[in-house]
């Protein structure tokens, strides 16, 4: 780290200061804070797919890692804790988390369901305190509240804070000001970059180059050649240039949108369950389109007596909002759920979504089929807006719509009682504050 060629990138501290956070191993701690008996043993999620999809720590240190089969992980670690991904509680604390963020500032960029940026830029006034000291802050809410651990970053750029973020996983807290900079990327292999893919690393590598300070040596113009303007924008970035605002868009905020249905009593018949998620598809639908969205996964969920998730996903062959293209899939991935028993909730999450004027027709869509289906979709919409949702809806929806209009089943305890961070609509079942206090 001493090597006399090393050279200062920059001697500001923070022209622009940009914080990125990270929930570490975010949908295995969420279940650790919602379940104490979870906490300190090996935990992962995934068990509707058979493959892991998040890892706590303790997994981690027996060597289970994401992309693992349930089946390789048992045989590393066999007193392996094993749960569904639980979609609805993980969406709940995600949105507490860009809360708490724009609690400190409105410049919140929603990433991903675990992962965000804010820019504090200008607030040292306001706050009467350094940049560290107000990420700290935001370090310290975000793990209490939560009763998970977020890493943070900051740093001049989102390129930057990223990295920052990444450099001490769990709990950790890297504040990078100008004059560090070529520090931490003396550090930072070029895979570790922002955006840089396996092949970029070894194209690069044929240019000797290997880390990010390496990379931010190199001249511009080759750069350009190499990488284009993506390529040339993360360079500026990591030389403490910012190139990439955050992005406060509304979009960002749905990564993903779920509808859940819980019903008191619990409800065996299957017909009522499958008109229950057809109903949440509707929901759902709506939602995405009134952002002009559209989504390219589908999961379904039942939520047993016992308070099981059964969850199974799919990928969709091409993005959608409507809920007549989506209410067969529905059926397959009910069908392939559903045993006989007593059921609590259902519900639908629509994931992985794009905006739709992205969506691209395919070969095979006949385009005035396509074309009926987003006019009856709109004429959803309108219907929505001026008489409320569900005013028109699928047939095979009729019967959640008619015990919809009957007495109101008996309400269970936590709808009279709602939690920060909940709404009538979605609750969470334990409270956010002092979980791990
Ligand atoms: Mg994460």
Partial sequence: MTSNTQQFVTLHSYPRAIVCIDADAFFASVEQAVHPEYRGKPVVTGAERGIIAAASYEAKALGVKRGLSLWDARKLCP????????????????????????EFTPQVEEYSMDEGFADLTGLRRMYRKPYEEIAHDMHQRVNRDLGITVSLGLSLSKG??????????????????GKYIHILLQRTPLGDVW???????SLLHK????????FIQMEEILVKQLLGKLGTEMWHELRGESMLD???AVKKSYQSVSKFKTFTPPVA??????????RN?????IKIRRYHLAARKLYVTLRTQQFDHLTIGTDLSRATASPLELSPIVDALFASLF????????GVVLADLIADDRVQMQLFDSPIRMEKIEKLSGAIDELSKRFGKHTLHLASTLPASQQHQGGRAVQPERKENILKGETARRHLKYSFAKINS
């Fill in 79 to 102: 007193e392996l804790i094993v749960l569904p991904t639980d979609y609805e509680t993980c969406s709940l604390f995600s949105k507490r988390m860009f809360d708490i963020m724009r």
């Fill in 207 to 214: 240019y000797r180059i290997h880390t990010a300070y390496d």
């Fill in 195 to 201: 955006g840089m893919g396996p092949s970029n690393v």
């Fill in 246 to 248: 955050v992005s406060t």
């Fill in 281 to 285: 598809v509707e929901s759902a639908c």
């Fill in 269 to 278: 018949d299957r017909e009522q369950l499958r008109s229950f998620l057809l």
């Fill in 160 to 177: 930057l804070a990223k990295i920052c973020s990444a450099f001490r996983k769990p709990n950790g807290f890297t504040a990078v000001p």
């Fill in 339 to 346: 045993k006989p028993g007593d059921y609590r909730a259902t």
